[in-house]
């Protein structure tokens, strides 16, 4: 798999209930996004997230991605 989606990709999608590191995720909700957010999950219930703006880095459970 590529690391990032380009134009005109084609996504298939399924429904789930769990999501794993890596899964992406599409987003559709007329009444706030116009066109649908799609999104790579980096991390699941019980890990930490920590953003520095500064620096622009993602932290998960203290791991720079």
């Given at each position: 798999?590529?690391?990032?989606?380009?134009?005109k990709?084609?996504l298939?999608?399924v429904?789930?209930s769990?999501y794993?590191?890596g899964?992406?995720v599409?987003?559709?909700?007329?009444?706030?996004f116009?066109?649908p957010?799609i999104?790579?999950?980096?991390a699941?219930?019980?890990q930490t997230?920590d953003?520095n703006y500064?620096?622009n880095?993602v932290?998960?459970?203290?791991?720079?991605?």
């Amino acid at each position: 798999m590529e690391n990032t989606l380009k134009h005109k990709d084609v996504l298939l999608t399924v429904n789930k209930s769990e999501y794993v590191y890596g899964d992406i995720v599409v987003i559709t909700q007329d009444t706030y996004f116009k066109t649908p957010l799609i999104k790579r999950v980096i991390a699941v219930g019980g890990q930490t997230v920590d953003i520095n703006y500064d620096t622009n880095t993602v932290y998960v459970d203290g791991v720079a991605l």
